[in-house]
């Protein structure tokens, strides 16, 4: 019975690295290319989509570091500079959906269902103790 339970455990363990190390990454384009089996026009499209998913993602963290760094040096933010820090982050997420849907739009039916199993990148929400630490 306990080789049984072990062996099952075993079995999950080595089942979910397999399909963890199987998962693309939207930003990572030649898989991505790959994967989807995308033609040249589908992968120039999504290619320029995906860049402009990246420098998005760029731009938050260098302003995320900027206010690691303020919070470092005791200057915390008011509370409209927060407010506006926040409807900017909220502006960058809105722009990264809009995109992931404009590349879901440029796929076919087959390729819908493998984007759905791509690891997309996503803001996650701000909060104090991560821009403290």
């Known amino acids: 019975m306990k080789i049984k339970f072990l062996v099952i455990i075993l079995g999950l363990i080595f089942v979910s690295k397999i399909t963890?190390?199987?998962?693309?990454?939207?930003l990572e384009m030649d898989k991505v290319k790959e994967h989807l089996t995308l033609?040249?026009?589908?992968?120039?499209?999504?290619?320029?989509?995906?860049e402009q998913i990246k420098g998005i993602l760029?731009?938050?963290k260098k302003i995320i570091a900027a206010l690691k760094?303020?919070?470092?040096?005791g200057d915390e933010p008011g509370f409209f500079e927060k407010i506006r820090v926040k409807r900017a982050r909220d502006s960058r997420v809105d722009k990264i959906n809009d995109l992931l849907?404009?590349?879901?739009?440029?796929?076919?039916d087959d390729q819908i269902i493998k984007?759905?199993?791509?690891?997309?990148?996503?803001?996650?929400?701000?909060?104090?103790?991560?821009?403290?630490?």
């Open 39 to 50: 033609n040249a026009d589908q992968y120039k499209t999504i290619n320029a989509k995906v």
């Open 101 to 108: 849907d404009d590349i879901k739009n440029q796929l076919n």
């Open 20 to 26: 963890a190390q199987d998962q693309v990454s939207l």
């Open 115 to 133: 984007f759905e199993n791509i690891k997309k990148p996503q803001l996650k929400p701000l909060n104090k103790k991560e821009l403290t630490e």
């Open 58 to 60: 760029e731009e938050d």
């Open 69 to 73: 760094a303020r919070f470092k040096s």
